[in-house]
């Protein structure tokens, strides 16, 4: 199903942002994304009050949004502001100025604010389980996510534009009051030996940082993981590190100032929680806000699965069958759970390539899976997906040679190539349509692979095909048998 696009506006301590949402329901794609580094609440743990500059340049960025919104056809514009508006003694005279502009701001309590932040993290990571700590200009937001719900949540005003009074007598001072909050909050054991999902602009940043400081070969935010005791050596290395444009291209320089702090902020979580791992959310509280409004069938729902399905809807020549497809080839497999939903995705992705020249088609399959906007999927599951495409799009040589390669074992690469190989015969043998798959089987008998063909389709049994099932029973070793039903 396709939505008309959806904004929305989050004023933040630190940032002004509009994200416009369009596609299908329960992931949509963000059509466009913009950020003003607007400064809101640099002045609150001094003043208390909203900055006058930090308004203006808010109010000029929401000017702009305004006009942008109505020039893209936007049906429904969302606009919340977080901690800095909540707290600051000026804070209802700054929504008097926006509403003034044609938008209805709404300040979000700070328990909700934590609420939408789980939301958001179960949103493109459905099988979360631990602690969602969202950190922002003004506060800390933590929640508890467990079997698709937020359980409980909490907001703690302890931002990266708060603490500078703290930092100044000292970083002990300003993690013991850190620590204590989180206790008093609730938190102090609810995370032990369970993921820590970070979200915010800082807490990427670092993550960043990281990708860049261990050469990873995929940086794709999302899911990126890190061992608890990481963060202490990168505080370490941050002292020495020129970090700039050249070094890390697609670094928020504006995010420099602050990562000191957070790097302290997220050393301090971690030895109150003491998690088992940390995990990168690109989602969060807009996200969360957006997934709080779906019923709960459309909530169920894969986002990969979703995803994938509406790309290939897309790009595929006829109507797409990926699900079919997947099941035509399943028999032969016996994959684990979370293989079969990577094997799925594969096969809505099947025939994406079609319209590039077939000397890159295999190239364009790898490009997709691997940098394609997806969630719900790690960067070895994006590794599998493109091996499946790239054996599926008629790769030649070894994609193994590929530097992302490393971060699967053999054996997963291997049953990617053959879900691929499966996948490429299923396409030929049905030019890329349903019917041929529908009266087709595909199955395995001792030390044989079979293809089943009802009586009048056995003229599709031509050479291209004969040497697709033979190409795959050799990487399955079995022989060829080919009945007809």
């Not at 003004?138 to 698709?148: K, N």
């Not at 806000?289 to 790309?311: F, G, N, V």
């Not at 079969?340 to 399959?365: I, K, N, S, T, Y």
Request: proline fraction near 5%; aromatic fraction near 6%; hydrophobic fraction near 45%.
């Amino acid at each position: 199903m396709k939505n008309k696009p959806v904004a929305i506006i989050d004023v933040g301590s630190n940032s002004v942002r509009l994200v416009v949402y369009a596609g299908a329901t329960r992931i949509p794609w963000i059509i466009f994304n913009e950020k003003v580094m607007a400064g809101l609440g640099q002045t609150i743990a001094e003043t208390g009050a909203l900055s006058e500059a930090g308004q203006e340049r808010a109010l000029a960025a929401l000017r702009r949004f305004r006009l942008l919104t109505r020039e893209m056809g936007v049906i429904r514009t969302r606009v919340v502001a977080t901690a800095a508006v909540r707290d600051a003694s000026n804070g209802a005279d700054f929504l008097r100025r926006v509403k003034a502009i044609g938008f209805r701001p709404r300040v979000l309590p700070g328990r909700e604010e934590g609420v939408m932040a789980g939301l958001g993290v179960l949103s493109g990571i459905p099988g979360a389980d631990g602690i969602v700590a969202d950190l922002g200009g003004g506060s800390l937001e933590l929640a508890e996510v467990r079997d698709g719900e937020v359980i409980d949540s909490a907001s703690i005003p302890f931002g990266v534009l708060r603490v500078g009074a703290l930092t100044g007598k000292g970083e002990n001072s300003l993690a013991r009051k850190l620590a204590q909050a989180v206790e008093k909050a609730g938190f102090g054991k609810r995370g032990r030996k369970r993921p820590l999902y970070m979200v915010g602009g800082s807490w990427r940043a670092l993550a960043r940082i990281d990708m860049l400081l261990t050469d990873h070969p995929l940086p794709v935010m999302h899911q990126h993981r890190m061992a608890p005791d990481r963060p202490g050596q990168l505080q370490a290395a941050l002292k020495s590190l020129k970090i700039d444009r050249k070094t890390i291209p697609s670094f928020s320089l504006s995010r420099l100032p602050t990562l000191p702090v957070a790097t302290l902020m997220l050393r301090t979580l971690i030895e109150v929680v003491k998690p088992s791992e940390l995990i990168v959310s690109s989602f969060g509280i807009r996200e969360g806000l957006l997934y709080s409004e779906l019923d709960p069938e459309t909530r169920a729902r894969d986002p990969l699965i979703e995803a994938a399905r509406d790309a290939g809807r897309g790009l595929s020549r006829f109507e797409e069958h990926g699900a079919l497809l997947d099941r035509w080839i399943a028999p032969i497999f016996d994959d684990e759970p979370w293989a079969r939903r990577l094997r799925l995705a594969a096969c809505m992705l099947a025939d994406v390539a079609w319209q590039a020249h077939p000397d890159f088609r295999a190239e364009r399959g790898v490009d997709m899976a691997l940098h394609g906007n997806w969630v719900g999927i790690d960067a070895p599951g994006r590794v599998m997906v493109a091996q499946a495409l790239f054996a599926n799009f008629g790769g030649s040589g070894k994609f193994g040679d590929h530097a992302v390669a490393c971060l699967c074992t053999p054996d997963e690469l291997q049953q990617a190539s053959r879900w691929g190989l499966a996948m490429r015969l299923g396409q030929r043998l049905s030019g890329g349509v349903a019917t041929s798959l529908e009266r087709s089987k595909l199955s395995l008998a001792p030390g044989l692979l079979r293809l089943t063909l009802q009586d009048g389709q056995r003229e599709l049994y031509g050479e291209a095909v004969d040497r697709r099932l033979k190409t795959l029973a050799n990487a399955l070793e079995r022989k060829t048998e080919v009945s007809i039903c």
